[in-house]
């Protein structure tokens, strides 16, 4: 059965490409350039005559974009583009949950096919090689098997809807400091063990139809049109056929370009006439500087794509937006995605019976964050904060004031004048100043336009710390909602520190004086150091960008109507210098940055260099326990599987997700570091108070001659083998 299925895939896929073909060859010089060049911001020219109809794309990765103008950064402010606003894909990495990952992709197809788009500008797949990279929030993590496993299921569900996932951005785009231009350099060994898995698996398990290049060089090549990533690695060796689309603005050279492997050239300027696959490339044609051939190639991939999708067969799905349905896995996947890192007396979850007052203090209990972070910003439907989320589960007959506690700019980075994208190619968006995002040192132009400067932020501040701190004692509960925002987890630039902004480790240390059992809520994409009043604190939940239901979510956490089962994707470090990119100096550099560190990123680093982590890899809380018993290694075919007993010995019902990692049994010694150990398996397993199950882990590779840890976390090993 399944050999006959094979066979007729095969049969199909052969049948594309000729009929690709032939249509190619029937296509005039103008019609193919047409094709493979952005003839308006999101959307590629179509060929009426013969029924090829354009290529229309979208982002992002938490739900369709709002509808811009053709040839502007423009948004048209309709009333019909809003969208379910989905937990961004940190978020999604902390679930730890691949149905749920096969859920979200399902979402975002259905409403791109909604919306009438084609191409999904999704997801992003880049490592987490620093907590400062600006982007953090739009990526999974920073192990390539976590997100090569979670990104896998969400680009297939995504392409059930005969809409094309674009995996982004390749390769080793980590930075957003002159993301533009910045040349990275890597030992090829670190490039192929942690940078290009995830895409790998993306394109040929995932079978994403579609993958988007990366601004940045590689070797002195820019990514777009670079030989060796697009041509050596992607065609020849993956032997990949699907399209490649560029980042918007991230080609250089029409030569370099048409002969590379990049099939359609996408930028952010309105001369879409004058992009160098356009009228340039049909010019050098004719002038025979390039060959018409370079670009059949590329006509044939987007029309085998364009069959793929059932654009022309009359054969394709319809799609579907902001239906009941995807409400429920935002909030399916918000609820799973949150992470419970301290709870040290077993404060949480909190009563809501018994109690007439709570205080929630901090801008984040009411900040809505949808509409921001650069291209993946979303208009939502409807975006509840945790407030709301709050008042809504306790119902009316307890009161819950707010206090801001701490504010920031936001209110003022909008000025009104150009886009950020439109003006990101001249700026390479370097320069916060001009994207509204982050406080640098020097007071920012809209806080000058509000006739305000740091010393009047600081007195609001001053006075706003002052008014929670007085209020706190004498409330039932008191929950302090902070994080990041958007003027930090933001496209185009990175953040300079991994401090809490806005003076929110002095309003978290005075609530605590004041109030010992302040609950501690922090939102954000990326960890913050948190050494100033992390020992004080008894109970600290960290929550993402959680979507449209981010803020109910949270609220059932906080009072006990989920139990919270979110594990850290990445490691949360205590200082900045304990990240290796940090340690050697290597980040945020403006011409060129040299990934030294090799392999030892993340956890693999921390454990390496036996740096305490303030939270590791992996971790995360229960409101129950789990006992893990019998572990063994088990072999079905070619397959490995480690097969343990999971059993919930608390009393209250919840989820457990069992990792595992491989430790070489002899220590290899890479970079003259040690490698001790890498995830290589992970299951999430569902238990009713004393219930027990046995657990099969799909294992990476074979675990033979090596030691296994499983374990509740990298550093809560639980059994060796
Ligand atoms: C981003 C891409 C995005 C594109 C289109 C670029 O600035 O890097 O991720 O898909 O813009 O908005």
Redesign the pocket.
């Known amino acids: 059965m399944a050999s006959n299925q094979t066979k007729q895939m095969e049969r199909q896929a052969k049948q594309y490409w000729n009929q690709a073909r032939e249509l190619t060859a029937s296509l005039t010089l103008d019609e193919k350039v047409g094709m493979i060049h952005g003839a308006s911001l999101f959307q590629t020219k179509g060929v009426e005559r013969l029924g090829i109809p354009p290529l229309v794309m979208s982002?992002?990765p938490m739900g369709i974009r709002q509808e811009f103008y053709p040839d502007q950064w423009k948004a048209m402010g309709l009333t019909d583009d809003s969208v379910t606003y989905l937990p961004c894909n940190s978020a999604l990495a902390a679930t730890w949950n691949r149905r749920l990952a096969k859920e979200m992709g399902n979402v975002l197809g259905r409403e791109a096919r909604g919306r009438g788009k084609d191409v999904i500008?999704a997801p992003?797949i880049n490592l987490k090689r620093s907590p400062l990279c600006g982007r953090n929030f739009e990526y999974f993590s920073e192990d390539p098997y976590l997100t090569k496993e979670m990104a896998v299921p969400f680009i297939q569900g995504i392409q059930n809807w005969d809409v094309a996932a674009c995996v982004?951005?390749f390769a080793v785009n980590n930075q957003e400091t002159e993301r533009l231009w910045v040349d990275v350099t890597i030992d090829e060994e670190a490039l192929r063990t942690l940078y290009l898995p995830a895409f790998y698996d993306a394109l040929k398990k995932g079978g994403s139809y579609t993958v988007?290049g990366a601004?940045n060089r590689l070797y002195g090549e820019y990514c777009c049109q670079s030989q060796y990533l697009l041509g050596d690695i992607l065609r020849k060796e993956w032997e990949y056929d699907g399209v490649v689309i560029s980042?918007?603005g991230g080609v250089h050279d029409t030569e370099a370009a048409a002969n590379s492997q990049l099939d359609i050239e996408m930028s952010v300027t309105y001369d879409f006439d004058e992009y160098f696959m356009a009228n340039p490339l049909k010019q050098a044609i004719e002038e025979g500087r390039i060959p018409e051939t370079a670009i059949d190639e590329k006509v044939t991939r987007i029309l085998v794509l364009m069959m793929r999708l059932h654009m022309m067969d009359g054969k394709r799905k319809s799609g579907a937006y902001n239906t009941e349905e995807h409400r429920k896995t935002a909030l399916s996947v918000a609820r799973e995605s949150i992470v419970l890192l301290k709870n040290k007396k077993g404060q949480l979850p909190l009563p809501a019976k018994g109690i007439k007052r709570v205080l929630v203090i901090g801008e984040n209990g009411v900040c809505v964050h949808a509409n921001g972070g650069?291209?993946a910003e979303i208009k939502a439907l409807y975006e509840i904060s945790p407030l709301m989320g709050i008042k809504k589960c306790l119902g009316g007959n307890v009161k819950v004031d707010f206090l801001p506690g701490y504010c920031s700019n936001l209110e003022e980075t909008d000025n009104g004048e150009i886009n950020w994208?439109e003006a990101?190619l001249e700026s390479g968006h370097k320069d916060r100043e001009s994207s509204g995002c982050q406080e640098g040192n020097a007071p920012l132009p809209f806080e000058k336009k509000a006739g305000k400067n740091r010393e009047d932020l600081r007195k609001k501040r001053d006075q706003l710390r002052e008014e929670a701190v007085k209020a706190a004692p004498f409330y039932d509960q008191v929950i302090v909602i902070g994080g990041l925002n958007h003027q930090y987890d933001c496209?185009g630039a990175d953040r300079k520190d991994m401090k809490l902004p806005y003076e929110q480790d002095q309003l978290i240390c005075q609530l605590l004086k004041v109030r010992p059992d302040t609950v501690v809520v922090l939102l954000g994409g990326s960890p913050v150091e948190m050494g100033e009043w992390i020992h004080n604190a008894d109970s600290l939940v960290w929550c993402w960008y959680g979507g449209m239901e981010g803020g109910t979510a949270l609220a059932e956490v906080l009072y006990g109507l989920v139990n919270p089962s979110g594990r850290l994707p990445e490691s949360f470090y205590k200082r900045l210098e304990d990240c290796s990119a940090h340690a050697i100096g290597e980040f945020a550099k403006e011409d060129q940055v040299d990934y030294r560190e090799g392999i030892y990123v993340g956890y693999r680093y921390l454990d390496a260099s036996q740096i305490e982590p303030e939270f590791c890899f992996g971790h995360g809380l229960s409101y129950t326990t789990f006992s893990y018993h019998n572990g063994r290694l088990v072999k079905e075919g070619e397959d490995w599987y480690l097969s343990c007993l999971i059993t919930n010995t608390g009393n209250c019902h919840g989820s457990e997700v069992v990792q595992v990692y491989v430790r070489p049994s002899v220590p290899s010694k890479e970079g003259g570091m040690e490698l001790f150990q890498e995830l290589k398996g992970f299951e999430k397993v569902e238990l009713k108070p004393g219930e027990s199950q046995m657990v099969f882990v799909k294992l990476d590779g074979n675990p033979e001659g090596k030691r296994i840890a499983v374990g509740a976390s990298s550093r809560d090993i639980r059994m060796l083998l």
């Open positions: 982002d992002g500008l992003g982004k951005h988007m601004y980042d918007w650069g291209s994208q990101s496209e």
